[in-house]
């Protein structure tokens, strides 16, 4: 099994690559999420609507 995959030809490098950068974004992204503050994730949540309210209250007055 490991012999197929060191025994590649022209285009599976890019396969390979694909994987790779694939995987570090994840493992980035991962990393992220885990170290985003409690306060800011309730601040984006919240963002959304908020925005939702302020219209309708331009709309009201």
Do not use: C, H, T
Request: proline fraction near 3%; hydrophobic fraction near 50%.
């Amino acid at each position: 099994m490991f012999k197929q995959i060191i025994d590649l030809g022209g285009n599976e490098w890019y396969l390979i690559l694909s994987l790779w950068i694939f995987f570090v974004f994840f493992v980035f992204v991962a990393i992220w999420l885990l170290r985003m503050r409690k306060p800011y994730s309730d601040y984006m949540s919240q963002l959304p609507l908020e925005n939702k309210k302020m219209e309708k209250e331009q709309f009201l007055d």
